[in-house]
């Protein structure tokens, strides 16, 4: 199941991160309007994505009556994901990002990424008791009092280059060193792909939301061309994956004003004998400035790695 999350979470994102239509446009054409919102989204300076559960009552009972545990369902449930990008300049090196996470309703973890440094802060102390790891915490205190700030909760920094050389020296690999250009740029390519080869109607109740109809095997083949193209080592984990059954699969996208504002992928839909509907929901914003914490504590990495 917790597979069955990540894939759909990342068929809503693709979908989603592909990308004004007039009136007449949008009666005429849903591919097209589509195509205009995505084409908007991606000349968009700032926006932000936020990915969420949306109902749990059918997804609980679905996991119950295949004996499946569904424990963890209303955590995730009470939790989300924001995703945010801000495009300070013209190039891609001053690009900026940050990502946002409520966990089980405690909220306050923040990754930035600014000029080239990576800052984060997260609520440790109510974390850890909320789930059960206090002694633990203190323990790590203990041992790693250079990280006695991102304990405390407040902001630290980190240099990304300096953090994979220490990552690589640990493990004795040599750490992978990601485009983010690219990536972005396959993403798109991915989410186009997606796109072109689907069918898609507009909900005759809501001119709002369109609703795309691909398959699992297509997605499936561009998820492998995807990885293997942005990252070799993930593409070839999953070529070792078994395939999907082909089946139909639907996603339901929302634009308004020739702008995405939602995406849902009901994950009932690859669950046998399931009823109703529970969908990974991921909600477009415009998005923010986002600039570099005037707190934060560097943190010497190598005081870590002795």
């Known amino acids: 199941m917790k597979r069955l999350l990540i894939g759909a979470t990342v068929g809503a994102a693709l979908l989603t991160a592909g990308g004004c239509a007039g009136e007449q446009v949008r009666a005429l054409e849903p591919k097209l309007e589509l195509r205009e919102a995505a084409q908007h989204l991606s000349e968009a300076q700032q926006a932000g994505f936020t990915v969420k559960l949306a109902g749990t009552d059918d997804l609980i009972a679905a996991l119950k009556a295949k004996g499946e545990d569904s424990e963890g369902v209303a955590q995730v449930a009470n939790s989300s994901i924001t995703i945010a990008y801000d495009k300070a300049g013209a190039g891609a090196e001053d690009d900026r990002s940050s990502i946002t996470a ?21 609520p440790v102390d109510e974390l850890a008791a909320k789930f059960g790891g206090t002694k633990d915490v203190t323990s790590q205190r203990k041992e790693t009092p250079e990280l006695a700030p991102l304990f405390d909760g407040q902001w630290v920094s980190v240099d990304p280059q300096e953090a ?13 060193d990601p485009d983010a250009a690219k990536t972005l740029a396959e993403v798109r390519k991915s989410a186009t792909n997606l796109l072109e080869g689907a069918q898609i109607t507009r909900d005759g109740a809501d001119e709002e939301h369109l609703i795309v109809t691909s398959s699992t095997g297509e997605a499936y083949a561009e998820l492998q061309r995807l990885l293997k193209t942005v990252s070799p080592a993930a593409g070839s984990e999953l070529a070792k994956e078994r395939a999907p059954q082909d089946k139909p699969v639907v996603i339901d996208l929302w634009v308004h004003d020739g702008k995405f504002t939602a995406a849902e992928v009901d994950i009932l839909q690859f669950v046998e004998g399931a009823t109703g509907r529970s969908a990974v929901r991921v909600e477009v914003t415009t998005g923010a400035t986002i600039t570099a914490p005037e707190d934060a504590h560097k943190i010497d990495l190598d005081k870590l790695g002795e």
Do not use: H, N, Q
Request: glycine share 18%.
């Open 102 to 122: 409520t966990i089980d309703g405690v909220g306050g973890t923040e990754i930035r990424t600014v000029d080239g440094l990576l800052y984060a802060k997260a």
């Open 164 to 176: 994979a050389a220490l990552s690589g020296a640990f493990t004795g690999v040599p750490a992978e």
